[in-house]
């Protein structure tokens, strides 16, 4: 954080590429800009990659609670949080760690994930419940579409948000 150099970036698609946005791993940015990546073993090179699409990576406090979200925009509206890339990167690395959280999209991508690390034990965030709860009947993706709603219809429930993570196996059916 005290340097300005890059470890990864995301940029928003436009055009024929069919997800929202395009992420590179620190040797595609590389050669994107032209710049040579310095000599290193292959294992440190794929470590920095798996680094380079996590946003938010260098700020977190594994010590305590931190919140594993599907996208870097959803990480900007939480603190001690960081933003994959997809909901298709491999996550496990996180189950480790006791003080994850996860927060993923509510869509099918997302409710598979969240199931997955239910079984597992671990904390995810309840949609189902917290819409009811907070008497959202709108179709609602992701956090960032979540704030949008909730500034707009002044629903403060979203100050409760905390209160909406389980890693209880009988609350699959509130993902």
Known sequence: PNTNAILGYQARSIGQYKGRYLTYELTKMY????L???EMPSEEKESLNRVSTLFGIMTIDFGRSFTLFEGPIDAKFM?????L???GRNTDEFDEIPSVRYFMDNDDAGRSKMIEKLKKGKY????SKFLADAKIDTYIKDL??????????????INRINEYFTNSSFDMYHL
Request: charged content about 25%; glycine content about 10%.
């Open 144 to 157: 960032n579409d979540l704030v949008k709603h909730c500034v707009e219809t002044k629903n403060g429930h």
């Open 31 to 34: 050669e994107d800009f032209g």
């Open 85 to 87: 890339a997809t909901v």
């Open 36 to 38: 040579e990546l310095p």
């Open 124 to 127: 995810v965030f309840m949609w």
């Open 79 to 83: 603190r001690n949080s960081i933003g």
